[in-house]
C-alpha cells in the first residue's frame, strides 16, 4: 500500500469501528500482552506512533506514563483524545517535530507491515533520533526476501537485522505474536 496511502485508510470509519473489528481477536491481544512485557520498568515517557485509537492507554495509565502520540489520522486522532490523551500530533513517522532525545521510548505496533524497505528505515532512524528505546512490531521472513504477504509485506529478517546494527542498536526483547515472523521487538542503544 505504501506510506503516503496508509493513513488515509483510517479515516471516518475506518477510525472510530478499528477497535471494535479487532478487539478480542488473539493478536490484538499477544500486542498489547507484548507492548505491556517489552516496556522497561521505569519508563516515564513514551511516543506512540501511530497512536491511532490509543489502545495502548491502559497500561500507560497503570504506568503513570506520559504519553505523546502522533498520527496520520487526524480521526484516529479524535479517537485517542475519548481516551484522555492530550498531547497528540498529526504527523508522519519519517519527519517528526521533535527534539532529539525527548523520550524514553518510542513504540510502533501495526504500521511497518504497510511500509516498504525504504521507509521502515527512515522511520526507524526517526525513532532513534527521538528516543534510546524502540519497541516495533514488524513482520520478517528469514529465508525469502522482501514479499507480499496477503495484504500486508514481511520483510527479509537480515535486512531487519543489519538496519538495527546500522542504527548502533541491538535487538534486547523479542516477542512472538504467532508463528508468521510477525514480532514485537524491543531495541536498545548500543553502549
Not at 504519553?67 to 508522519?92: Q, W, Y
Request: aromatic share 10%.
Amino acid at each position: 500500500m505504501g506510506v503516503d496511502k496508509v493513513g488515509k485508510r483510517y479515516r471516518g470509519k475506518g477510525a472510530t469501528g478499528y477497535e471494535a473489528r479487532r478487539q478480542g481477536k488473539q493478536k490484538w491481544i499477544l500486542e498489547h500482552e507484548g507492548t505491556a512485557f517489552l516496556l522497561p520498568e521505569g519508563t516515564e515517557t513514551v511516543l506512540d506512533v501511530p497512536i491511532g485509537t490509543g489502545r495502548f492507554h491502559e497500561i500507560y495509565k497503570e504506568r503513570n506514563i506520559t504519553v505523546t502520540g502522533v498520527d496520520t489520522s487526524p480521526d484516529m486522532l479524535k479517537e485517542a483524545k475519548k481516551k484522555g490523551f492530550t498531547d497528540l500530533h498529526l504527523g508522519d513517522i519519517r519527519n517528526m517535530p521533535f527534539p532529539s532525545k525527548s523520550f524514553d521510548v518510542s513504540v510502533c505496533v501495526r504500521l511497518f507491515a504497510w511500509f516498504e524497505p525504504e521507509a521502515v528505515l527512515q522511520a526507524m532512524k526517526e525513532m532513534a533520533r527521538v528516543s534510546d528505546t524502540l519497541i516495533i512490531n514488524i513482520r520478517t521472513n528469514e529465508n525469502e526476501s522482501f514479499c507480499k504477504n496477503g495484504s500486508l509485506w514481511n520483510h527479509y529478517r537480515p535486512d531487519f537485522t543489519d538496519w538495527v546494527t546500522q542504527l548502533g542498536y541491538k535487538i534486547d526483547t523479542v516477542f512472538p505474536i504467532g508463528d508468521n515472523g510477525n514480532d514485537i521487538y524491543r531495541l536498545v542503544k548500543c553502549e
